[in-house]
């Protein structure tokens, strides 16, 4: 049985593509499966693009199926371009969104003193590598402060950006261990003023990791000089899979990654290179092309339905499931923000988070806990040491809300 949204909320989706939408994802019949943020469960054409390819890997070889399949491979970028309204030369192919943002930072050319200024809500990954980039070559980490309701103070922002002129300016458009949704489109204005009167200065980095699939993303709009995400979240694509922003201001301005490969440049001389003009600059050799392949379909898929469409119906369910947590006495709801997605955030009074996630996981309800140690910052902020991640998909139903809000509130009664 399949509910509609109950009023007066109004489903984006009729009751007739839900059901045509779980009818082709085959793990919605075995698991309600709110880990959206983690992975999506797999569209059954993405699973079958990948096996094929591995098949046809199997029967003729790798590099002759990658040669036959180059058409399928190419419109990977051509996929990925319409998703983030670009050129399919401003496209590298990358195994994650951390990988993505690795190559994109090691791409600035740092210096001792350099500032890089960054938003509370980072992901943990990047913070880990300013704090090694800090140890290494002695540049300094700069927060924005956050804004009362929650997410960057664009005062602060601009005061900062034109004060310090910093290196880098890196911004998560949405955190992994909150709801929020940073005011990217704002920034983009403050950017694009300071960029015309300090050009060549600073670059700016948007990890759009927990973005793509659940909202638009326009890279013109946009205003970010890269932009960093994974395939296996929301854009419901293969693990292992990411793709990387560059703009043309950056591949005009000659920034590389550190360690670039054969695929992103060409050995000339005995003591000289040559580094591709477009995306590929940002690739290595060698990946697995059966992901290609499946992420190609997985974008397919996705632009197909429309992401303003899974936009809304992402924000209708997780606001849904915020509500219906609210209601029970021993949840207290972490989300903040002037807008929030599709990562619902909550910590429960005297609870355990992992009795919780595996007395969630025995009824077949796929959440995961997030830690302190996820997003310090943020936590510290938030008074809590843990939270229960809960991010709902345009393939889910309001029974599945309904059936999780009541295991949780059996569970908290224990």
């Not at 301005?253 to 490969?261: N, S, T, V």
């Not at 992103?264 to 050799?285: C, M, N, S, T, V």
């Not at 889910?396 to 059996?410: G, M, P, Q, S």
Request: charged share 25%; with cysteine.
């Amino acid at each position: 049985m399949i509910d509609t949204i109950p009023a007066p909320l109004q489903s984006e989706f009729s009751l007739e593509e839900i059901t045509q939408f779980r009818k082709e994802t085959t793990g919605t019949s075995q698991v309600i499966h709110f880990n959206n943020a983690g992975a999506g469960l797999m569209p059954d054409i993405v699973t079958k693009a990948q096996l094929d390819h591995i098949i046809l890997e199997s029967q003729i070889g790798g590099y002759e199926a990658a040669a036959l399949q180059q058409s399928t491979i190419r419109s990977f970028y051509h996929q990925c371009a319409l998703l983030l309204n670009c050129k399919p030369s401003n496209i590298a192919f990358t195994a994650s969104a951390t990988d993505s943002y690795t190559r994109a930072l090691s791409s600035i050319p740092f210096t001792k003193g350099d500032i890089i200024l960054t938003d509370c809500d980072d992901f943990v990954s990047n913070q880990i590598q300013f704090l090694s980039l800090q140890k290494r070559f002695g540049i300094e980490i700069m927060h924005i402060q956050n804004a009362a309701i929650g997410g960057v103070d664009l005062n602060d922002l601009k005061h900062k950006l034109y004060k310090h002129k910093p290196k880098l300016l890196a911004i998560t458009h949405i955190p992994t261990n909150s709801g929020l949704i940073q005011p990217v489109e704002e920034i983009a204005i403050i950017y694009a003023e300071y960029k015309n009167a300090y050009p060549d200065i600073t670059w700016y980095i948007l990890d759009a990791c927990q973005s793509a699939g659940q909202t638009k993303l326009d890279t013109q709009q946009l205003q970010c000089d890269f932009l960093s995400i994974t395939c296996r979240k929301f854009l419901r694509g293969p693990r292992g899979t990411g793709a990387l922003y560059i703009s043309d201001r950056t591949l005009l301005a000659g920034l590389e990654p550190l360690f670039i490969d054969m695929r992103g440049a060409e050995w000339i001389e005995k003591d000289l290179y040559r580094q591709q003009p477009d995306g590929r600059r940002f690739e290595d050799w060698e990946f697995a092309y059966s992901t290609v392949t499946g992420t190609s379909a997985a974008i397919q898929y996705c632009l197909n339905i429309g992401v303003e469409r899974i936009e809304k119906q992402v924000r209708l369910l997780s606001d849904w499931m915020r509500k219906k947590l609210s209601e029970i006495d021993a949840i207290r709801i972490l989300d903040r923000g002037p807008e929030q997605g599709g990562l619902v955030t909550f910590h429960i009074h005297h609870g355990d988070p992992v009795q919780m996630v595996e007395g969630l996981h025995k009824r077949k309800i796929n959440v995961v806990p997030s830690y302190r140690a996820f997003g310090v910052l943020d936590f510290d902020e938030k008074s809590v040491k843990w939270a229960i991640r809960a991010s709902p998909h345009y393939y889910n139903t309001v029974e599945e809300i309904e059936l999780f809000a009541d295991a949780v509130r059996d569970m908290t009664k224990r």
